[in-house]
């Protein structure tokens, strides 16, 4: 009789851990799906075609980052197809394609076209700046979504419209 008490408290013992550690994979699943969802809101993606084409934007990256110092930007760069393709799966939030590129997903973006002026690159293998001859300005199209749900992608297109503007009425 003894015993059938025991292997019943056991079994009973058993099944109480089992729905325990069912409810608390549960919550560590969600927690993990809400700070996953969290970081995706408190960064900014940008991509860039030309890598030298960071340079060009590195003191309005400066600024944004300065102005919004719970941002973390994430920097990528690859063909504007990939860009494009990566801007309408939401996985980007902005692209700087050449200008002459075409936008499959054209529908889907904002744009602007403007001049960039090229600076000097940095070479990691030399360890010397690569200064450019001449100056030169390349002409480059930013490329996002207006229906981003990210606060910073809204705040980085206000910057990007009011530096961009600024530098045009001065010209």
């Known amino acids: 009789m003894k ?5 019943c408290a056991v079994v009973a013992v058993f099944v109480f851990g089992y729905f325990i550690m069912k409810k608390l994979d549960d919550f560590l699943d969600n927690n993990r799906r809400q700070i996953s969802e969290d970081i995706g809101t408190h960064s ?3 991509a860039f075609e030309m890598p030298a084409l960071i340079a060009s934007v590195a003191d309005l990256l400066d600024r944004f980052s300065r102005e919004n110092q719970n941002c973390e930007l994430f920097l990528f760069y690859g063909s504007a197809d990939e860009i494009e393709k990566r801007l309408s799966e939401n996985k980007l939030d902005f692209g700087f394609v050449a200008a002459n590129s ?3 997903y054209e529908k889907k973006f904002d744009s602007i076209v403007l001049p960039l002026r090229q600076s000097a690159i940095h070479s990691k293998t030399v360890g010397l700046p690569v200064m450019l001859i001449g100056a030169s300005k390349i002409t480059t199209k930013i490329i996002w979504k207006e229906n981003s749900v990210n606060p910073y992608g809204k705040l980085f297109a206000e910057l990007l419209n009011g530096s961009f503007s600024k530098k045009a009425s001065m010209s």
């Open 44 to 46: 900014l993606r940008i």
């Open 3 to 7: 015993d059938l008490i025991l292997i």
């Open 102 to 104: 075409v936008c499959t």
